[in-house]
């Protein structure tokens, strides 16, 4: 007898095929019950039971099916399906039924690549399989519905379908998933073969001549569906599971992620209706993001919304908002994210769940091997191997490769399962964070002056030993928001030395890339583990840091200048000339950006005299610059002038690259100089010059300056087309750089050109970051 169905209805899609045993043994396993347990709960024996599930006895009493059907917690349209069964099996020659159904929901969402993309496959001729793999809570099995219910016009032969429980205790067993696949093709129960060899066989026999589409539900791996396949042509086989099933040959894998942002939402207002979620556009969004994007979670999100009528989204939001108490807010009804997740940690190893615990205690978003092996207190090479299992077990992503990380809301499973299966996580926190700020100290010296300061660590593991500056720079970016997390931990633990070091080595890679926020994170945490030393020196030392931080990045001068002041008095009580000049070149350069050139002026000067007291020929450059910058500022361009080019040709430092990018500053100022005075063509000359290629890192806003310069001088020149050229291309920069104050001031410039009567403001920005930059040669001694 085959299985043929032309037209599925919308909302199950269903075989021909077995009798009440095989539904039963089906549900039973599905609740997770043994033979014992389903006895004690219906009152029905166990050898009653082993007679029906094995066929012995086709045809129970109702009032055997329903104390079944109350055991198993079944809800009224499987009670009523399990009853059919009994029916048919008392009546002789009647027709078996199906023993799983796989359903379609009316509002289905999204997924048409993956869609289309079975479609496409299930219509050729060259594959006869595809593996639909993902996490839990990916919705695989109503795809897998969907994916049936459209392709239904393609298989005449119809249709089958088995639930392998891959992913319960007791995965079912393919000699018995064979037996209703047969029974399902309509193959006679009583001639199905003893044998699993010869009922293999059957089976590809059956399939034979057919085009029939087979599908495979939440297998558990290779073993258990590769007897499962076709051999032949015309029928297909679509296999959903957590895993990939990388060993089976001759399939095609389609991996199903999240949704994306707009399928969510839709998905929401699917379930929910428009006038649930019409107006309120920021709670939807919000809650999908809550969500991870998950179709399991949204789909709780939908279902305790549209139970409780008087709620909003936005209450669900702030439910939700709480880390520490989502997922026990992801749940309805018998529905929870937990529970999915648990499915899958359940069957990982003791080595891969304490891998996937530890992971969720870094701060970053990804991570590779060197970083999880510190974690697992492992070897790199082992650590991977474990990292592509647990990616193929749905339970991490890799993101680029050999990146790895943690789905939002397996992050918040895999931290409650730290709290309760861990002893020592604050031990594996610390130990995490020491390797970092070791491996960050390591990569920080290929860019610093020589330093004396001895090494404050001692013990394992190694840190990373970058071979190349390229090396080193590649890791600070890839891991910098790992070894700034480490920074509160270290300091807990009281690593106040560790901390320091840390902040001095990579003191002069932070010129590199000005606007990282973790500057300030370094340099606040560098002063605060100072002063726990009670070292004033070195305290004075990273508040120069921190100011520079604030001006540099958002233009906060007045917590620069905060900083700077405070700087200057510590280093005055311990007599540390060196920082007492520093603390005054950013005195200075706040000064000026909060337009008080005047005084700015004075402590430019007290710099230079501190500077020649020193000896240090670099800093009584940047303290000159800083002063000819201040008395353009205070209306003194000539004077301002004549110090800038009797600057030209001094030497700023031996750091490879630094010379060239301080000429560059030195002649920007120059630039503006010449642009004060209205010396417009001598301007344009002066600025092109500055536009040469600079080698030195982090100059995006720099050159935005430059433009917006050489952009005045041309306005001025009469050359409007070019002008409004570099205007677009500075505003451009301003707006990437995040500095709105200069963005706004071209936008200005455009809008005037444009011939806008309200464009008025002049284009020049007037702050004074460059100059700050290049005052980073505190004496690290």
């Not at 807010?329 to 990982?348: E, I, N, P, T």
């Not at 009670?534 to 900083?563: F, I, K, M, P, V």
Request: contains cysteine.
């Amino acid at each position: 007898m085959t299985s043929h169905i032309s037209e599925p209805p919308r909302s199950e899609i269903s075989p021909v095929g077995t009798g009440f045993g095989v539904m039963l043994r089906s549900l039973r396993r599905t609740a997770r019950l043994t033979l014992e347990e389903l006895s004690e709960a219906s009152g029905v024996s166990v050898r009653a039971l082993g007679d029906l599930e094995r066929g012995r006895s086709r045809g129970p009493q109702r009032r055997t099916v329903d104390a079944l059907a109350a055991a198993l917690r079944l809800d009224a349209e499987q009670s009523e399906r399990l009853q059919r069964l009994a029916d048919a099996g008392r009546e002789r020659g009647g027709a078996p039924a199906s023993p799983y159904l796989l359903r379609t929901v009316a509002d289905f969402t999204g997924r048409e690549q993956e869609l289309a993309d079975l479609e496409a496959l299930a219509g050729g001729s060259r594959t006869r399989a595809v593996v639909l793999f993902g996490p839990g809570g990916q919705g695989k099995t109503t795809l897998a519905a969907e994916a049936v219910r459209r392709l239904a016009g393609t298989f005449p032969d119809g249709c089958v379908c088995v639930q392998l429980h891959g992913m319960s205790d007791s995965p079912l067993p393919p000699a018995e998933a064979l037996v209703l696949l047969l029974t399902a093709l309509g193959h006679p129960p009583d001639r199905i073969p003893v044998d699993p060899v010869a009922r293999e066989a059957a089976y590809r026999a059956a399939l034979a001549g057919r085009r029939a589409l087979v599908v495979l539900d939440d297998a558990a791996d290779e073993s258990q569906t590769r007897p499962l396949l076709p051999d032949a042509e015309g029928s297909f086989v679509l296999v959903t599971s957590r895993r990939p099933l990388a060993g089976l040959e001759g399939v095609r894998r389609i991996r199903l992620g999240g949704l994306s942002g707009g399928e969510s939402a839709r998905l929401l207002e699917r379930i929910l209706g428009t006038p649930r979620t019409g107006g309120q556009p920021e709670a939807i969004t919000r809650l999908t993001v809550l969500c991870g994007h998950l179709p399991l979670a949204l789909r709780i999100v939908g279902n305790r919304l549209s139970s409780r009528p008087s709620w909003t989204p936005a209450r669900l939001v702030d439910q939700l908002a709480d880390e520490e108490r989502r997922l026990s807010r992801l749940v309805a009804g018998d529905l929870a994210v937990r529970s999915a997740l648990a499915l899958s940690y359940g069957q990982l190893t003791d080595a891969h769940r304490m891998l996937l615990r530890r992971l969720a205690l870094l701060p970053g978003h990804d991570a590779g091997p060197d970083l999880a092996a510190v974690l697992a207190d492992g070897d790199p090479l082992t650590t991977e191997d474990s990292l592509d299992l647990l990616v193929d077990r749905g339970m991490l992503e890799e993101t680029t490769p050999r990146r790895y990380a943690l789905h939002d809301l397996v992050r918040l499973f895999a931290r409650e399962r730290l709290r309760d299966e861990e002893a020592d996580e604050d031990a594996v926190r610390v130990r995490a964070a020491d390797w970092l700020l070791r491996s960050a100290s390591a990569a920080g010296r290929l860019f610093e002056a020589p330093d004396t300061a001895p090494e404050p660590w001692r013990g394992e593991p190694a840190p990373f030993t970058p071979a190349s500056a390229t090396e080193a720079e590649e890791w600070l970016t890839t891991e910098r928001a790992h070894w700034a997390g480490a920074l509160p931990v270290m300091a807990a633990a009281g690593r106040h030395r560790e901390i320091l070091h840390t902040a001095r080595t990579l003191y002069w890679f932070s010129d590199r890339w000005d606007a990282w926020p973790e500057w300030r994170t370094l340099f606040s945490h560098g002063v605060r583990s100072a002063a726990a030393l009670g070292d004033r020196a070195a305290e004075a030392h990273q508040l120069n840091c921190l100011a520079w931080t604030y001006s540099t990045r958002g233009g906060h001068y007045r917590e620069a200048e905060e900083h700077a002041r405070r700087a200057l008095e510590l280093a005055t009580e311990v007599g540390d000339i060196a920082q007492q000049a520093w603390a005054s070149t950013y005195i200075a350069g706040a000064c000026m950006s909060l337009d008080r050139p005047a005084e700015a002026a004075e402590a430019a000067e007290n710099a230079v005299r501190l500077f020649a007291t020193t000896g240090d020929e670099a800093g009584q450059a940047v303290s000159r610059r800083v002063l000819g910058s201040a008395l353009r500022e205070a209306g003194r361009a000539e004077e301002a002038l004549a110090v800038h080019l009797a600057l030209l040709g001094t030497r700023a430092g031996d750091v490879p690259g630094f010379q060239e990018f301080a000429e560059a500053i030195l002649r920007h100022q120059i630039a503006r100089d010449l642009l004060a005075l209205e010396r417009w063509p001598e301007a344009v000359q002066a600025f092109r010059a500055v536009m040469a290629p600079v080698t030195h890192g982090g100059t995006s806003r720099f050159r935005a300056r430059a433009l917006a310069g050489l952009a005045t001088a041309l306005e001025q020149c009469g050359e409007l087309a070019e002008a409004r050229t570099h205007f677009t291309e500075a505003h451009r920069l301003f707006v990437t750089a995040g500095d709105t104050t200069s963005a706004a001031g071209t936008a200005t410039a455009l809008a005037r050109l444009e011939g806008d009567p309200a464009g008025t403001r002049p284009a020049a920005e007037h702050t004074h970051d460059d100059d700050l930059r290049t005052a980073r040669r505190n004496d690290l001694a």
